[in-house]
């Protein structure tokens, strides 16, 4: 019968637990098992939000793999480096004070905050009512999607407008003074649209109602494009009324694999999110796992640390250089970018762009399709070279011609 891998699996590749140990072979095995994996430096990776981690924070990460950031009694030092990185990334986000909780990724972090504005719905409700209603934009990230399946929440969803931000007045219309918690998107993943936050604050600061921003993309880059002179908007706590934020340090933070971060404005907010440990002398937890990596947290402490504003702001300045001359590829070869794009991920409007990127994906590259807008869409990332964009746009150009030679 054939497996799921094909007829040609071979024994060590079903995974079946040797009688004998292969102390001498495994490492071989496991190169066989990623052979047709692709690296971020090879000049084929276009779809990802993630990039190869800095080397400093690579080299922090492996020095620490046993670091369990449950077990403070073990590693006092994680305390230490989790309050160090929150205060830092706060400092990024216009509030020192912010309290953080560091946690898998973006979805970990935005279900922290959804469970946070459930909790404090319930209480201010006495328990009475029905599930929280949550307003978010059409554009939030699929994230949501498993949050609302998992909390009590009733999500309302509001449009979008033609640069696939949310529609401020619109989203207004739909949050009442009872609305449990509004999110705005700062950076999406599928086309790097940033809501304008200041407008939405501004409803939702004067109803008293509370305002997650979900920057897991864009955490990293707005900062420093901003100060770049690139025209964002505020999109984190120096605008009132953002209460909290989530910001990913393993996408454009050069961290590696899993490292999210909530941060909260009001350090009173992290008390709906506790829960007692059953231990003598270890902290109650904020987040949802357990046991979880401490090497995360120092590698991206150490990340911060080695290249600090200067060098995430020549980073980032290189990356929206590099989105630039995708630019001016893609139109050059006839293309239409779909979105003018207000940070790293670049839209096309194509007729067919699943089979775009089916051809591409033959020739060797991985771009992607934003599904919900119909859109081939490519992530720049610091990991592509000028030369391997060039590559890009050309095998791009190449597959449409055959597609339409093939279609004449
Ligand atoms: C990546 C992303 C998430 C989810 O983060 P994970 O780290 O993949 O769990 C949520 N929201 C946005 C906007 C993202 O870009």
Redesign the pocket.
């Known amino acids: 019968m054939e497996t799921l891998l094909g007829s040609s699996t071979s024994r060590a590749e079903t995974g079946s637990l040797p009688e004998r140990g292969r102390g001498d072979t495994v490492l071989d095995e496991v190169r066989d098992l990623c052979r047709d994996d692709h690296a971020y430096t090879d000049g084929t990776v276009f779809n990802s ?1 993630c990039s190869a981690p800095l080397e400093i924070a690579r080299r922090v990460y492996a020095e620490h793999l046993d670091a369990n950031l449950g077990d403070n009694r073990i590693y006092p030092s994680l305390r230490r480096a989790e309050a160090q990185l929150s205060a830092m990334l706060g400092e990024l986000l216009g509030h020192p004070g912010a309290v953080g909780v560091t946690t ?7 279900l922290l905050a959804v469970l946070a504005a459930v909790r404090r719905h319930r209480s201010r409700s006495g328990g009475r009512g029905g599930p929280a209603r949550i307003v978010l934009p059409e554009s939030a ?1 699929f ?1 949501f999607d498993k949050i609302v399946g998992l909390l009590p929440v009733e999500p309302v969803y509001a449009p979008l407008d033609e640069r696939l931000r949310v529609r401020p007045a619109e989203l207004a219309r739909l949050v009442t003074a009872d609305t449990a918690l509004v999110v705005a ?1 700062a ?3 599928e086309a790097g649209a940033v809501d304008d936050v200041p407008a939405v604050a501004e409803h939702t600061a004067a109803l008293g109602v509370p305002l997650h921003v ?5 955490g990293f880059l707005i900062p420093f494009a901003r100060e770049l002179g690139h025209e964002l908007p505020p999109f984190a706590f120096d605008v009132p009324g953002v209460t909290s934020v ?1 910001l ?1 340090p ?2 454009y933070g050069g961290v590696p ?2 490292s ?1 971060h909530l941060l909260l404005r009001d350090g009173a907010d992290a008390e709906l999110l506790r829960t007692a440990s059953h231990y003598r002398g270890t902290v109650d937890h904020h987040g949802l796992l357990g046991t979880r990596p401490g090497a995360a947290v120092l590698a991206a402490w150490a990340a911060l640390r080695a290249l600090g504003r200067d060098g995430y702001r020549d980073l980032v300045g290189g990356v929206f250089a590099r989105r630039d001359l995708l630019l001016g590829l893609l139109r050059a070869a006839g293309f239409e970018v779909a979105v003018q794009p207000q940070l790293t991920v670049v839209t096309v409007r194509h007729s067919e762009p699943e089979r775009l990127v089916d051809a591409l994906e033959r020739r060797g590259f991985i771009a992607s399709v934003a599904r919900r807008y119909g859109l081939l869409r490519l992530v720049v990332h610091w990991h592509q070279t000028e030369e391997q964009l060039r590559a890009l746009v050309a095998a791009m150009a190449d597959a449409d011609a055959r597609a339409e030679g093939g279609a004449a």
């Not at 898998?104 to 935005?110: H, K, L």
């Open positions: 939000i898998s990724g973006g979805t970990e972090a935005n990230h994230s998107t950076g999406t993943s979900d920057a897991a993309t864009g989530t990913d393993h996408k694999i899993p999210g």
